[in-house]
């Protein structure tokens, strides 16, 4: 008989998932990774410039408020953000994993321009309004039904689905601006009814108001409709487990077909207010990655529509300051997106940290064992 003593080496350090935390604890989080990153932007743009890091903070300030203009354009910037996090949300509450708003937007904003370029000239603006605006939901809708239908007929994976119908969207749009090109061979459509302003949308005291202003409606709409009403409660029911759903009766594949209509439609309204509103034309790069960022903002307020406006002012803010703050250095705009993915980086890895905690070994455990 001999006696072995193995000694069994634990891992230093194990993930271990939170039970609950105070709401206060949360954001102190989430607050310690917002200047964790400002922190590591200032340094990494000081070793590259020699600036001084105070400077380095207040252009970043400045990038993004630092003027009347500066400040609109940051919460028209924030308000079509809002607007797209907002049409993600219903489906990311009912754990339908949305990857398509980019597309979805896109299908909206191609409509609009479709109504400005043949029938600007046509109706009279009030009903061109409507017709575009009618137009633009149905179009975002449908490319929003086309997963949905899939998923709720033959359990087809969402979040490949809708990522695939990006791309498509995108390859349509870029062969209308080659067939409606403005002028003849820029393969791009210019400014869409520039001389008579035919299906521009109206301004509301200046031309940044409209926007904020529909985000705002749109926000407290969806609020209500996910907290107060009954299909807001069934897609929560589902969200929790779709066995559950079932048993009480909810017919499920009605809800994600619903819900996915009414994401769609809402990604519509985002493109028709690009397109009508903003920019005045349409291109492939119309959204310019916000229906990516949006799934962001949705998960990091946690589907809940005020805080939204929270996120996605953050998220702006600190992608306009990083931005100017290159330009700013003489970095080109490549610098920017570095730094703005930093603090994206940062936000992101914040969430980790609230749900999990890391636990540390404080030494080996010996255990003998008798042979």
């Known amino acids: 008989m001999s006696n072995n003593t193995a000694k069994l080496h634990e891992p230093l350090f194990h993930i271990v998932k939170r039970s609950a935390i105070p709401k206060w604890q949360s954001w102190l989080v989430r607050i310690g990774s917002v200047i964790a990153a400002l922190i590591v932007c200032g340094v990494v743009t000081v070793l590259l ?7 380095v903070y207040v252009k970043m300030v400045e990038g993004a ?12 910037n924030t308000a ?8 993600v949300t219903p489906a990311f509450k009912m754990k339908f994993w949305n990857i398509g708003a980019e597309g979805q937007v896109l299908a909206g904003g191609l409509a609009t321009a479709a109504c400005m370029i043949f029938l600007g000239d046509k109706l009279s603006p009030v009903v061109l309004m409507i017709v575009m605006v009618a137009v633009s939901i149905v179009a975002g809708a449908v490319w929003g039904l086309i997963p949905a239908f899939f998923k709720a007929l033959w359990n087809t994976n969402e979040t490949l689905f809708t990522l695939m119908m990006n791309y498509v969207a995108t390859q349509i749009v870029a062969y209308f601006c080659v067939k409606w090109e403005n002028p003849v061979g820029s393969c791009t459509i210019g400014v869409i009814n520039a001389q008579n302003e035919a299906g521009w949308l109206p301004q509301l005291g200046n031309k940044y108001l409209l926007v904020i202003l529909v985000a705002v409606i749109m926000t407290v709409l969806i609020y209500f ?5 009954k299909h807001g409660y069934e897609i929560a029911v589902v969200g929790e487990s779709e066995r559950t759903a079932r048993y009480i009766g909810i017919k499920v594949p009605r809800v994600i077909v619903r819900t996915m209509l009414f994401s769609g439609a809402i990604c519509g309204v985002a493109g028709l207010l690009l397109v009508g509103g903003i920019h005045h034309t349409v291109s492939t790069s119309l959204v310019g990655g916000q229906g990516f960022t949006a799934v962001m903002v949705s998960w990091l307020a946690a589907f809940n529509p005020i805080v939204m406006i929270l996120t996605s002012a953050l998220l702006i803010f600190m992608g306009s300051g990083a931005n100017q703050l290159a330009s700013s250095c003489g970095l080109n705009q490549s610098f ?17 940290f609230v749900q999990y905690k890391i636990s540390f070994h404080k030494k080996s455990k010996e255990v003998g064992e008798n042979v």
């Open 49 to 55: 410039t020699g600036e001084d890091p105070i400077q």
């Open 65 to 76: 408020v630092g003027s009347e203009r500066r400040l609109w354009m940051l919460a028209q």
């Open 80 to 87: 079509m953000l809002l607007c797209v996090a907002l049409a």
């Open 225 to 229: 409709y996910l907290n107060y009403t």
């Open 336 to 352: 920017g997106d570095i730094l703005t993915g930093v603090i994206i980086f940062f936000i992101i890895g914040s969430e980790f």
